[in-house]
Each structure stands twice: as C-alpha cells, then as structure tokens.
Nanobody, 124 residues
C-alpha cells in the first residue's frame, strides 16, 4: 500500500485547508485511513480516522467540530477538511493505513502503512 499526502500550506488563524491522502496498491474493503500530526518537539498524535467505506469515523477531541474526514470512493482518496484553524494545529500531517477500522486505534503503532508528511502552518 502506498500513501501520498498533499495539501499542506501556510494559512492564517480561522482559515480552512483540505489535506488529501491518495492510496494505491492493495486496498481491501476493510481498510482504514487515519491522519496523525506531529508538531516540533512533540510526539505524533492521532487526529482522525475513517473506514474504507466512509461510513465510520472518529476524531481527536481537539479537532472535533472543526475537522472532517471523508473518503472519495471513486478516487481512492481520503480528505481531511480543516476549518477554523488555530496556531496549535501547526504540525506535519501524516496519513496512515491499517487493515481494519477500530475506534481504539489511536497510536502510530496501530497503523501499518505511512505516507510522507505534509506541513501545515497556521499563523496567528
């Protein structure tokens, strides 16, 4: 499985941004895609995840109500729509995949495949 993340950039607080994660290779119907982020000097943390069907998702408390994760079935792409961005959202964002969706899969070690990061910088 190969994952390609894109869409990062420099925005101001309150702005919106959409990240994309394009998946290729072997992707089963039970797959799940997650987004994690890592700020300088901090550990990588869970942001959101969605099942391959797109019907099930979960979010970190810090982004609930502001971020939306979705899957474009025809494109094999998962999006992370981020609104009302805050300076504390500044981080490198990574997409990752695992073989099945679980609400308990909240750590980087829970995921098997990783894409490269895309940098999001939110200025105040």
């Amino acid at each position: 499985v190969q994952l390609q993340a894109s869409g990062g950039g420099l925005v101001q607080a309150g702005d919106s941004l959409r990240l994309s994660c394009a998946a290729s290779g072997r992707t089963d119907s039970t797959f799940a895609i997650g987004w994690f982020r890592q700020a300088p000097g901090k550990e990588r943390e869970f942001v959101a995840a969605v099942s391959w069907s797109g019907r099930t998702s979960n979010y970190a408390d810090s982004v609930k109500g502001r971020f939306t994760i979705s899957r474009a079935v025809a494109e094999n792409t998962v999006y992370l729509q981020m609104t009302d961005l805050k300076p504390e959202d500044t981080a490198a964002y990574y997409c990752a995949a695992r073989n099945y969706f679980s609400r308990h899969a909240l750590t980087p070690a829970s995921y098997d495949y990783w894409g490269q990061g895309t940098l999001v910088t939110v200025s105040s």
